[in-house]
């Protein structure tokens, strides 16, 4: 899901709309503009919440960051923010993927 959101923006110069997510004929990575490809075929289900319900999704209109996620085992949504500020993924046990950076999450480091 991250890679067909980064290519997205690469594509177009801005992230998909979190208004659209859900809805599969306005989603912009199912319909993307007519000289692109189909990036994926489906929004994945979140089967941690219900079982009709798509996993979840926000970007920040000022800055070039998203988030989507899945409430995980919990069934509890934790995430907060998709901004590069307010991005945050308290305890709990949601799967997320995101460019934003975080106090408790930052993708770019590693454990030794």
Do not use: C, H
């Not at 692109?36 to 000022?62: A, C, E, H, V, W």
């Amino acid at each position: 899901m991250g890679k067909a959101i980064d290519i997205y923006y690469n594509q177009n110069n801005e992230y998909p709309s979190a208004v659209n997510w859900t809805s599969d004929a306005n989603n912009e990575l199912l319909n993307p503009p007519s000289d692109q490809k189909r990036l994926i075929n489906s929004i994945p289900l979140d089967t941690f919440n219900g079982t009709t319900n798509k996993i979840s999704y926000d970007m920040d209109t000022t800055t070039p960051t998203y988030v989507a996620w899945s409430y995980g085992p919990d069934n509890n949504d934790n995430i907060t923010g998709a901004g590069v500020d307010d991005f945050d993924a308290p305890e709990g046990d949601d799967i997320f993927v995101t460019n934003a950076k975080s106090k408790r999450y930052d993708p770019q480091l590693t454990l030794n």
